[in-house]
Structure formats: structure tokens, C-alpha cells
């Protein structure tokens, strides 16, 4: 057996199966759920700054119309 496999059978039986999928899950869970959502979020709001899709903007945003090409220079290069 590899080196790394051995380890992985050592901690399996440390832990148990069941131990391997509920230690640690709930924090697993929110790291992961809280990196996706900023990920999203900035994806969202750079489309919405760039006014590529300005369906994804609420009706009473100010960028909702989508901007001229003078206005994205000016937001990109200031």
C-alpha cells in the first residue's frame, strides 16, 4: 500500500465513517457556503456596475439602465 493510503486507513479508523461525514461538517458547510455567496455576489454587482444584464438589478436601482461606453471608462479607470 502507498504511503497516503495508509494514512487514509489510519484516520478512517480513528475516526469511523460516521465521524468523517459529521466532525467538522457544519463549519465545512459555512466556509463553503459563505465563499460561494461573495463569489456570487461580486459577480452580480460587477455585471450590474458594467451594465451587462441590467435585468439583474432592482427596478429602483440607479444602474438598472445599462451605461454608455464613456461611463464603464470612467468607472474602470477611476
Not at 439602465?65 to 464603464?72: G, I, R, S, V, Y
Amino acid at each position: 500500500m502507498a504511503l497516503c493510503s495508509m494514512e487514509a486507513v489510519k484516520v478512517i479508523k480513528k475516526l469511523g465513517v460516521r465521524g468523517l461525514f459529521t466532525r467538522e461538517l457544519p463549519l465545512l458547510i459555512m466556509m463553503i457556503g459563505t465563499l460561494t455567496g461573495a463569489q456570487w455576489g461580486i459577480i452580480m454587482l460587477s455585471m450590474c456596475l458594467l451594465g451587462c444584464c441590467p435585468h439583474l438589478c432592482k427596478k429602483n436601482c440607479h444602474l438598472s439602465p445599462p451605461l454608455n461606453f464613456e461611463a464603464k471608462v470612467k468607472i474602470l479607470t477611476s
